[in-house]
């Protein structure tokens, strides 16, 4: 008896030692729930696309046009169809080539520049930074001609060096990366050069290392972009061979004659890549951003 009561008394005390919750408590869980019941719904209607276009890829070509999201009968002659009488796997292997020359070498390229524009001091540092980062206020469509009478003038047009060559450079690259760069501490560098390093070693060494979170972001931003690029490829090739993946996509109707479930099941193998890299490197995508400067 004695000790049911003393757990009785504990419990009753344990019951009395809770804090009621508040009403600012109660406001921020109500407010919660209602963030989160909206992300669900942001989040359900970004999937609802990519989900439809998978579904429709495997549909025929007559219930495309259908209202059901499911397919009434499911064949996988689309895909068939996309790399047996089109080259698709051409397409693809151009648009691989293309975006991962561009991703390695703009990346080799960047961080040199934005090592220098951040942690070296020499007279017009800052001019430079500013040029090159206004050029992100500049749209495609107002450089397009210019471009391409300079690719035209170099003769290259219709080859690999006219879709690579032009697209490597990107200020928002190098902002990204100086940015990054600014925020390392000084010390390293300092103890580097006390130890006899020149610059390019301190780059090499320690800096280069140091960016592989914010190297391995851009990576996934420069390869999706050029992964997805249709207007400069379609200004500058009219050679079927040099073809890239969205260029391709563009002419089934014209050249092939395709219903638009060909079309649909060509875009979701196209997707298939950028749904990867970002399941992938999301966690360097992120932190990139919140070392970067951006809240």
């Known amino acids: 008896m004695k000790g049911l009561g003393a757990s009785s008394a504990g ?10 919750r508040t009403g600012r408590e109660r406001r921020w869980t109500r407010k919660n729930t ?4 909206v992300g669900v719904v942001i ?22 046009y259908g ?32 975006s991962a020359i561009i991703t390695v070498v703009a990346l080799f390229f960047h961080s040199m520049a934005a090592y220098a524009l951040a942690r070296l001091r ?28 300079i690719v035209r003038l170099l003769g290259l047009l219709d080859s690999y060096g006219g879709l690579i060559v032009p697209s490597i450079f990107s200020a928002f690259g190098i902002f990204l990366l100086r940015q990054f760069y600014q925020g390392l501490p000084d010390e390293l560098e300092e103890a580097a050069l ?14 280069l290392p140091l960016s592989r979170p914010i190297m391995a972001a851009l990576a996934v931003f420069f390869f999706l972009a050029n992964w997805n690029s249709f207007v400069w490829p379609l200004t500058i090739t009219s050679n079927p061979n040099l073809r ?21 099941a060509a875009s979701t193998v196209a997707a298939i890549p950028t749904l ?10 992120t932190e990139s951003i919140k070392t970067s400067g951006f809240k």
């Open 11 to 20: 419990a009753t005390s344990g019951r009395r030692g809770r804090r009621p």
């Open 34 to 37: 209602i963030l989160f019941i």
């Open 43 to 64: 989040a359900l209607l970004t999937i609802f696309p990519l989900a439809y276009m998978l579904l429709s890829s495997f549909k025929t070509p007559a219930d495309v």
């Open 67 to 98: 209202t059901s999201v499911l397919p009434k009968t499911w064949t996988f002659k689309n895909f068939v169809y996309v790399f047996t009488e089109v080259p698709f796997a051409r397409y693809m292997l151009n648009s691989f080539l293309i």
């Open 122 to 149: 020499f007279k017009g540092r800052e001019t430079i930074f500013l040029i090159i980062f206004s050029t992100l206020l500049v749209s495609l469509p107002v450089v397009l001609i210019p471009e391409f009478e």
């Open 194 to 207: 006390v130890d006899g390093a020149s610059y390019w070693r301190i780059y090499w060494s320690i800096v």
């Open 244 to 264: 890239v993946v969205q260029v391709g996509i563009s002419t089934f109707h014209q050249q092939y004659a395709s219903s638009e479930s060909y079309i649909i």
């Open 276 to 285: 990867l890299l970002f399941f992938f490197f999301q966690k360097q995508i």
